[in-house]
């Protein structure tokens, strides 16, 4: 076990709908980021937050967006949803931010239909 | 931009055997370069990190990698395969500096028995 919890565990959902993953880091950990993993595509880097401040951004959709909040959860929400968006969804927690050592939660499943 | 390479997708090794997964890497600046591994229906796992310091790190499980700067590649190696080590390993690498850690598309390892 990780320490980083992400629900929903899994979700089904139509398109043009919009969806909120959410992510708990690992106790004492400040730094969260976000990545979506699909099978032709690999493990994605979607945005970063250290301490409630987004300080990184990567191949993340203008539909989307996050944030991270006071007390250190974050949220990943999803919009206009495409059948494309379908994947795997993961947060990471680390204590700083660029140390490398992520700590993964076991993923959001999302499935648009 | 950063970027990842991971030349092989599937790598087939039978068991005792050594392996060698490859990774290359494009950062500016020094890198920090990690391994990481997951299994199925789980979460990515971290092995092992370079920061700065000898260039062979050894890390979880047995598995090392070594830091080649000329060739801005970082193979995880690992003496003696076992097939408990069939996964789907992730180089990913970031720079002083940049909050970004980047991923490789993944390689995935079949040790043989």
């Known amino acids: 076990d990780s320490g980083v919890t992400q629900t929903p565990k899994h979700l089904i959902t139509a398109t043009g709908q919009r969806v909120t993953l959410r992510c708990s880091p690992r106790?004492?950990?400040?730094?969260v980021y976000w990545y979506q993993q699909s099978l032709d595509q690999g493990l994605q880097f979607l945005i970063q937050?250290?301490?409630?401040?987004?300080?990184a951004k990567g191949n993340i959709l203008e539909r989307f967006s996050a944030q991270q909040f006071p007390d250190l959860h974050s949220e990943l929400n999803l919009s206009s949803l495409e059948l494309g968006d379908s994947a795997l969804y993961f947060c990471?927690?680390?204590?700083?931010?660029?140390?490398?050592?992520?700590?993964f939660g076991e993923g959001s499943r999302l499935t648009v239909l | 931009a950063q970027s990842v390479a991971q030349p092989e997708d599937q790598v087939n090794v039978a068991e005792g055997n050594p392996l060698t997964v490859k990774c290359t890497y494009s950062?500016?600046?020094?890198?920090?370069l990690f391994w990481y591994v997951q299994y199925p229906n789980r979460g990515l796992q971290f092995l092992l990190k370079?920061?700065?310091?000898?260039?062979l790190v050894k890390g979880s499980y047995g598995f090392e990698a070594e830091f080649n700067k000329s060739q801005t590649s970082f193979h995880l190696k690992k003496p003696s395969a076992l097939v408990s080590d069939s996964a789907l390993y992730f180089c990913?690498?970031?720079?002083?500096?940049?909050?970004?850690?980047?991923f490789g598309k993944g390689t995935r390892l079949h040790i043989l028995p």
């Open positions: 990471a927690s680390s204590v700083l931010p660029n140390t490398g050592e992520l700590f």
């Open positions: 106790s004492g950990d400040l730094s």
């Open positions: 937050y250290y301490n409630g401040e987004e300080r």
């Open positions: 950062v500016s600046g020094n890198p920090y």
């Open positions: 370079y920061i700065t310091g000898d260039n």
């Open positions: 990913a690498a970031s720079s002083y500096g940049d909050d970004k850690i980047i």
